[in-house]
Every structure is written in C-alpha cells, then in structure tokens.
C-alpha cells in the first residue's frame, strides 16, 4: 500500500493546504490518543483485537461456508447498516458486480424494509435450495427481525422447516436470536461483546459470507494483523492509519473542511466507500464531547465512484467551496483486463483509444483527476495497492477503523456509541407498538402534530 498525503500540503497546493510542520506538532497528540486507545482495547476498542481473535475461529467460518456451499444455491445476509455494509464492501470487492450470474451460492443481501425489494427477492429465489444469515447484535433490531418473520413465513408456506434454513450471528448471551438459537439449536455465530455493528467487518459478521464467496479469510485477517503491527512499532508520520487522522484532524480544525470524499476507482471498491461512510459518521457525528460540552462535531463522508462520478461531481470538486477532502483510492492492477484492439472501426478521433489495455483508461481517469485537483489546489491523498487481494483489504480496512478511532480521541468524542441513532429507533419502535416504548410514541406525536400546516399539494386533474 502507498499513503501519498503530498497534496494537502500547503508547499504544493498553496493556501488551502496545511504545513509539514503542523503534522508533525500534531504527533504528540496523536501518542496521547494512541494511550488512551491501548487503555481500552479490552473494552470500548476491542474491534481493534479482531485480526487475531478471528484467525482462531477461522476454521470453523470456513468449515461451516464449505457446507452451506454444498447444501445450497444461494446466501442471503440479513442485516442493517455494519451488519451488511461490511459483507457488500468484501463481496463485491474481491467478486465483482455480476458475481451471481455465474457463481453458487449466488450472494444476496436484504438491508431495508422496502416491500418492493424483499418481496421480489424473496419471489425469485428457490427457498429450498436458500439460507438466510440472519445478522443483528442486539437481536431485536426492527427491520432485521421483520425480514426475519417474513423469511420464516414464506419458508413455512413452502412446506419447509425455517430452522433449516437460517443461520444466526448474533451476541453471545442475550437477545432474541440467542434465546432461539439455545432453544431450537440453530447454528449460531458470536458477535463480540464491545465490538459494534460498523466495527464488525472482521468478526463472523463479516467473515462467514466472505468465506461463502470463496474469499481467504486467514489472509485478509493476516492483513489486518499487518496494519496493526506496523501501528505499533512505526512512528505515527511513517503510518498511514495514524497520518490519516492527523489530516483529517487538522483540515478540520483549521481549515473548516468538513466533508470527506473517499473517491474510488473500481466498480467492486466503491462499496469501500458505502461501508467507510457509515463508519466516519457514525463515529465521529456527536453533539458532546466526553465532557459533556455540546460540540456539534462531525465529518460528513461522501461516496464517489470513478470515472462514472466525474462526470457528476467533478466540476464541485474542483471549482467549488474549499470545504472537502478527497481521498482516492485505486488499484495498480486490476483483476481483469482485456486488450483493445479496435479494428471494427477506423474512425481518427477515437485512435487513441485503439491497441491498448482496456485498464489503461481508468488508470489515466485517476492520473488525470489527480492532477486536475492539484491545479487546482485541491486537498487531496492518494492510496494506492498493488491489486485488490486479501491482504491488501485486510490492510485498509484496519486503516480506516484504527484512524477512525484514533480521530474520536483526538476530537475528544466518543467514536463508538450512536445515541442520536437509538433516539430514532426509540421513536420508531413506539410508533410500531413495541411494549416499553409507548411514552415515545406519545412524545413522537407530539413533535410533529404542527406538521400539516405548511403543507402544500398538487393533485392531477
């Protein structure tokens, strides 16, 4: 892996960049943080202990894929935010975008409510030849458990025994799932105690459905483990997963950019960005700090997807408010490639596109999208890995997850708790007649009951 942060520099891109200097003063801050971290990793960061953890349970993920592969057609992972942007993020990563049409276990994934979606879904597949990894660490997250109702109806009107056709993961004690996987023997994996639904990529979350599209979990846990020993013993300005929250850090403080684009080159890699989304707001958007000042802090992530997006984006990027930072990532080598040769048609204004590697365009899109931000002075760093393979992944993702951290702490705010996230939940549950939540519903209707009288409608004659 290459972390190139030489264009947030303010030598190379003048007024909107940051100093050398300013980096390194930011290294002290960065040793305390690290501290603070190393306190807790038993605790509130134990996500951070997951690359060797997990290489311990590694056979028995790969062993029970092995059977699911031999018993059934297709996987579904059932899951809401990090329990299914995590499985996206590896599955379309390392298997593409049309993996289904020629692969078994064709690899599925419900992580809405949306009728329309879950019906058709459901409508398509041979639920003989299905299971279903039913995926939430609470066991009783809303949308996770009505899918799971509507799987298990539809499995019963099929004639067949639902048990068969599930698989929990789940926390190791309490919950609904727990209760039921006691109760009935289903197979059931466990999601660590502290270890949080957008930190749970490398945990079975994660793993069992990268294991089930032919993904080497020991390898992209090796990875990982890389990246964390390489944060041990390198110093912070020779690390990419401590430089990167020193950027983010400063760029914030004390140039007002608050908006984070991980802009990727690579159909499958732009999943990094839909899971690297939730994880930086997730953890980093709270109103208090661990004081418990009201600091309204935040980076908003954003997701763009090269070359496609720069023809959408782009011109805000380069011409528009200085309140972003981009980071690009690419492959050196793609995973497939195909030569042009172009001789259907002899036309001289697309000559230049003829004899040459199909990836070579894509290639020069990210080359000329990086000069482009340079000349004009944009913020940028640039991550590049030889191809997309287990251990490279394994690296990036303990990157993003330690940097994330390690920003929490330089910010003072706690990156792993979602209390404004539980509050909509609370609301929800009320309104659906969940027992224990009907003061909530009560205050729900409440806020909203001055809604309808600005309101304007235009109905079709």
Same mark, same amino acid.
């Given at each position: 892996? #290459?972390?190139?942060?030489?264009?947030?520099?303010?030598?190379?891109?003048?007024?909107?960049?940051? /100093?050398?200097?300013?980096?390194?003063?930011?290294?002290?801050?960065?040793?305390?943080?690290?501290?603070? +971290?190393?306190?807790?990793?038993?605790?509130?960061?134990?996500?951070?202990?997951?690359?060797?953890?997990?290489?311990?349970?590694?056979?028995?993920?790969?062993?029970?894929?092995?059977?699911?592969?031999?018993?059934?057609?297709?996987?579904?992972?059932?899951?809401?935010?990090?329990?299914?942007?995590?499985?996206?993020?590896?599955?379309?990563?390392?298997?593409?975008?049309? &993996?289904?049409?020629?692969?078994?276990?064709?690899?599925?994934?419900?992580?809405?409510?949306?009728?329309?979606?879950?019906?058709? @879904?459901?409508?398509?597949?041979?639920?003989?030849?299905?299971?279903?990894?039913? +995926?939430? #660490?609470?066991?009783?997250?809303?949308?996770?458990?009505?899918?799971?109702?509507?799987?298990?109806?539809?499995?019963?009107?099929?004639?067949?025994?639902?048990?068969?056709?599930?698989?929990?993961?789940?926390?190791?004690?309490?919950? =609904? =799932?727990?209760?039921?996987?006691?109760?009935?023997?289903?197979?059931?994996?466990?999601?660590? !105690?502290?270890?949080?639904?957008?930190?749970?990529?490398?945990?079975?979350?994660?793993?069992?459905?990268? *294991?089930?599209?032919?993904?080497?979990?020991?390898?992209?846990?090796?990875?990982?483990?890389?990246?964390?020993?390489?944060?041990?013993?390198?110093?912070?300005?020779?690390?990419?997963?401590?430089?990167?929250?020193?950027?983010?850090?400063?760029?914030?403080? /004390?140039?007002?950019?608050?908006?984070?684009?991980?802009?990727?080159?690579?159909?499958?890699?732009?999943?990094?960005? !839909?899971? &690297?989304? !939730?994880?930086?707001?997730?953890?980093? $958007?709270?109103?208090?700090?661990?004081?418990?000042?009201?600091? &309204?802090?935040? +980076?908003?992530?954003?997701?763009?997807?090269?070359?496609?997006?720069?023809?959408?984006?782009?011109?805000? %990027?380069?011409?528009?408010?200085?309140?972003?930072?981009?980071?690009?990532?690419?492959?050196?080598?793609?995973?497939?490639?195909?030569?042009?040769?172009?001789? *259907?048609?002899?036309?001289?204004?697309?000559?230049?596109?003829?004899?040459?590697?199909?990836?070579?365009?894509?290639?020069?899109?990210? /080359?000329?999208?990086? *000069?482009?931000? #340079?000349?004009?002075?944009?913020?940028?760093?640039?991550? /590049?890995?030889?191809?997309?393979?287990?251990?490279?992944?394994?690296?990036?993702? &303990?990157?993003?997850?330690?940097?994330?951290? =390690? @920003?929490?702490?330089?910010?003072?705010?706690?990156?792993?708790? !979602?209390? *404004?996230?539980?509050?909509?939940?609370? %609301?929800?549950? $009320?309104?659906?007649?969940?027992? $224990?939540?009907?003061?909530?519903?009560?205050?729900?209707?409440? @806020?909203?009951?001055?809604?309808?009288?600005?309101?304007?409608? %235009?109905?079709?004659?």
């Amino acid at each position: 892996m #290459k972390f190139d942060y030489t264009n947030i520099l303010k030598e190379n891109i003048g007024d909107s960049g940051i /100093t050398i200097e300013e980096v390194k003063k930011a290294v002290e801050l960065v040793n305390s943080a690290k501290e603070r +971290i190393n306190e807790k990793l038993s605790s509130d960061y134990f996500a951070l202990k997951l690359p060797f953890l997990m290489s311990l349970k590694a056979t028995e993920i790969n062993n029970t894929a092995d059977e699911i592969k031999s018993k059934f057609e297709n996987f579904v992972v059932v899951g809401m935010g990090g329990s299914s942007l995590g499985n996206q993020l590896l599955h379309y990563t390392f298997n593409g975008i049309y &993996y289904n049409d020629t692969n078994t276990p064709r690899i599925y994934f419900m992580d809405n409510v949306d009728p329309v979606s879950s019906v058709s @879904l459901l409508k398509h597949l041979d639920l003989k030849k299905t299971v279903f990894n039913i +995926i939430t #660490k609470s066991g009783s997250t809303a949308e996770t458990m009505e899918n799971f109702l509507f799987i298990t109806d539809k499995l019963a009107k099929s004639g067949l025994d639902w048990k068969e056709h599930v698989i929990f993961t789940t926390d190791p004690e309490k919950g =609904l =799932l727990r209760k039921l996987s006691s109760k009935l023997k289903i197979k059931t994996f466990d999601i660590p !105690q502290n270890v949080g639904g957008r930190y749970s990529v490398l945990s079975p979350v994660g793993l069992l459905s990268a *294991a089930v599209g032919g993904i080497d979990v020991p390898v992209l846990l090796r990875g990982a483990e890389l990246m964390r020993v390489n944060i041990l013993n390198k110093n912070p300005m020779e690390c990419s997963a401590t430089l990167l929250p020193i950027i983010q850090y400063l760029m914030f403080k /004390t140039k007002g950019i608050n908006i984070n684009a991980l802009f990727t080159y690579s159909d499958g890699f732009s999943y990094l960005g !839909q899971w &690297y989304r !939730q994880l930086l707001s997730e953890s980093i $958007g709270k109103k208090y700090d661990r004081d418990g000042n009201a600091v &309204y802090t935040g +980076i908003t992530p954003t997701s763009v997807r090269g070359t496609s997006d720069q023809h959408s984006i782009l011109q805000l %990027f380069l011409e528009g408010p200085f309140d972003k930072l981009l980071i690009m990532v690419a492959p050196e080598e793609y995973q497939a490639d195909a030569k042009i040769n172009g001789n *259907a048609i002899n036309e001289p204004e697309i000559a230049y596109l003829k004899d040459k590697n199909y990836s070579e365009l894509i290639k020069a899109e990210f /080359t000329g999208t990086c *000069a482009a931000l #340079k000349e004009n002075n944009r913020p940028f760093i640039k991550i /590049t890995i030889p191809k997309i393979r287990e251990e490279e992944i394994g690296k990036l993702i &303990y990157m993003f997850e330690y940097a994330t951290i =390690l @920003l929490g702490e330089m910010l003072k705010i706690n990156p792993i708790d !979602q209390p *404004a996230v539980e509050l909509g939940k609370a %609301f929800t549950y $009320g309104i659906m007649g969940r027992e $224990g939540f009907e003061s909530k519903k009560e205050k729900m209707e409440k @806020l909203l009951s001055e809604e309808d009288k600005h309101i304007i409608t %235009f109905n079709d004659l």
